[in-house]
Every structure is written in structure tokens, then in C-alpha cells.
């Protein structure tokens, strides 16, 4: 069965932030006119201190385990999604307002004409932007039900081969025996899931609402050229147009102008809101990528080991192999993309980078 919402058919009241607005309503974080009540606060705090657990729980158990490296980074990287989710959660409340009327506005800009043509144009980049969230929705959710099954799956493998089940849990944390124990093991197993769940819409919500909010900004910039051949389209049919054309056409422009303004204000709210969060997500992804394989920069140090052993006590023909390891041992063993090698030197050039693009950006809007 089609799902309705990722219809262009639909109209784009029904499909406006429909899975962003699912997502952070469980979260209890979306933007709302109205003034927070006891519960709806209580609600967020909750979701937001669940999130908080197991950022920290994991960030601090990958830093005392980084002897082990599968052990830290099985620890940091679901740390870091949480702690940066954290962080897009109270964003989102903190600027709630900013947040409501920013979206408010959009879906009046983008419904207040009925034009056919131009609803086509805004329901097609809507299907896109819903598309693409529920990709994110998806995939998201099934990592996290990976996480939160894995160690029910081990047990009953165990179990299934005669062997006796262990207390493990979703996430590497390091925590009190008294929680790791019945009878409190299966709440903190709860609230370990419940953290991941939180984190999973919170980013899902976020990351949707900025899709979204790209690709309807982006129907707005369409629908005015629209306008604007609209506005020119009887010239093909003149040679000059005539004084009563040109103050029709001004008139009209002036509209166009107009609301080519407001939407250019829009762009700046959604630009101050949401740079932060930007860099934020983009700054923790390259930290894990390029922390995920330092221990690969172990490779340059047999180099030095090689040098310091007594190879000039050696014959010709051994100096030559030592000479070929060490040759060999000065190019650096890594994992690579097609377009750069993780690494600290590029997550240095990275920061370095990313740092000038913003000062670059907020020069030019």
C-alpha cells in the first residue's frame, strides 16, 4: 500500500513536517505557539535527561577504556550521537518560538496561493524532503533496535546451546554493580533502551525539520521565479509594451519583491537557528571518523623501532631488508575515502576549514 504522505498527489497542508512533527512530539521537544504546560515540560525533561544518561555514561566508559580501541569507540560513537542530540534538544526548546513562527510562516507563504502550477512545485520538493526523512526515520530506528536486541539475541543463543545467559546491556556503560544486578538489571537495561529511542527521534526530528525546511524554503525561491516568468510571459506577444503594461508589471513586481524579502528573512532565521547545530554535527562526525583510526598511526612507529635496533652489526643483505621495512614502515597505514584519509592532521584541517566556511557564509547572507 502506498504510504499517502509520499504521494505529490497529497496536499501539502496534510504532509508539511509530518514525520519531524511525529518524531519530536514523542520527544517533546516540538515548536509550539503556545506556552509550555507542567506536563509538557516534565515530558521533555524526562526524554532529555534519558538522552543526558547515556551520553555521559558512554563518553566516560569509552575514556577509561581507551587501551582498548574497539572498546572506546563502541563506547564514543553512540556517546557522541547522544551528547550532540542533547544538545539539538534544547536548542529546539530554548528557541521553540523562533522555531513555531519560522514554520508557521513558511506553510502560509507556500499555501496562500492556490496556483496550480506552483502547489505542484511545493508538493513535489515536499515528497522529496519526506522521502529523504524517512530514509533517516528507518535506518535510524533499525540501528537502534540492532543495539537494544543484541545482547537478548546472544542470550538466547546461549541459552539455546546450553550455556548460561549474561547481563549485558545495549550500550558499553561502566556503572555500579547494584544496577548491573538484579533486580534493578532489567530497568537499567530499560533505560538504557528508552535513552537510545530518545536520541533516535530526537536526531530524526532535528535533521528532518532541517531537510525540510530546506526544500520548502527552496519551493518558495521556485514558486517566485515562477512569478516572475509569469509576470513577463505576454511580452513574447509585443514588440515594447506599452505604459499601461510597465505599471501592471510594476505593480506586480512590487508583490514579488515582497515576498522575495520575507523569504530571504526567513533564511536568516533558519541560517541563526541552525549553524550551530550544523557545526555541532558535522564537528562530532569528523571527530569520530578521524579518532576511529588513530590506532592505525601505530604503523609509523615501526619505523622508529627499526632504527633503533643495532642493524649496523648486520651483513649487507639483512641491512637491505631492514632498510625495505623501514622504507616501507614511513608511509602511514590508514583508511581512506575517495576523497580524504581520516586522520588528526584532517580533522585539523577540517576545523580549520569548516571555521572559514562559516566566517565565509555568514559574510555573504
Known sequence: MQLRFLSPETPIKETYFLLPRFALR???????????TFI???????????????????????????N???????????????????????????????LYSLIDRIE???????????????????????????????????????????PLIN????????????????????LPDVLTNYPVYPFTYISMSYSGVMTVFTFCGVDGCFVGLCFYISALFRMIQYDIQEVFVHLQYLDKAGRRDNQIMRQELKVIIRRHNEV???????????TTIIMGHFLSAS??????????????EICDSVYLVEWYKCDAETRRMILMILIRAQRPATISVPFFSPSLPTFMAILSTTGSYIALMKSFI
Open 26 to 36: 514523542v520527544v517533546g521537544c516540538w515548536p509550539q505557539k503556545k506556552v509550555p
Open 40 to 66: 509538557s515540560i516534565l515530558h521533555f525533561l524526562v526524554s532529555s535527561t534519558a538522552v543526558a544518561f547515556g551520553a555521559f555514561g558512554e563518553c566516560i566508559c569509552g575514556a577509561l577504556t581507551l
Open 68 to 98: 582498548q580501541i574497539l572498546e572506546t569507540m563502541e563506547a564514543w560513537c553512540p556517546g557522541v550521537t547522544k551528547q550532540i542530540s542533547l544538545f539539538k534538544m534544547w536548542i529546539f526548546f530554548v528557541h521553540r518560538e523562533k
Open 108 to 150: 502560509k507563504l507556500l499555501t496562500a496561493d492556490g496556483n496550480e502550477d506552483k502547489m505542484k512545485i511545493a508538493q513535489k520538493l515536499s515528497v522529496i524532503a519526506s522521502i529523504l526523512t524517512l530514509i533517516l526515520f528507518v535506518s535510524a530506528n533499525s540501528t537502534n533496535m540492532f543495539f537494544n536486541t543484541r
Open 155 to 174: 542470550n538466547i543463543i546461549r541459552m539455546w546451546n546450553g550455556k548460561n545467559t549474561t547481563l549485558d546491556f545495549p550500550f558499553k556503560m561502566i
Open 264 to 274: 530571504i528573512d526567513l533564511c536568516n532565521e533558519f541560517k541563526e537557528i541552525f
Open 287 to 300: 571527530l569520530v571518523v578521524c579518532f576511529s583510526v588513530i590506532d592505525l598511526l601505530y604503523s609509523l
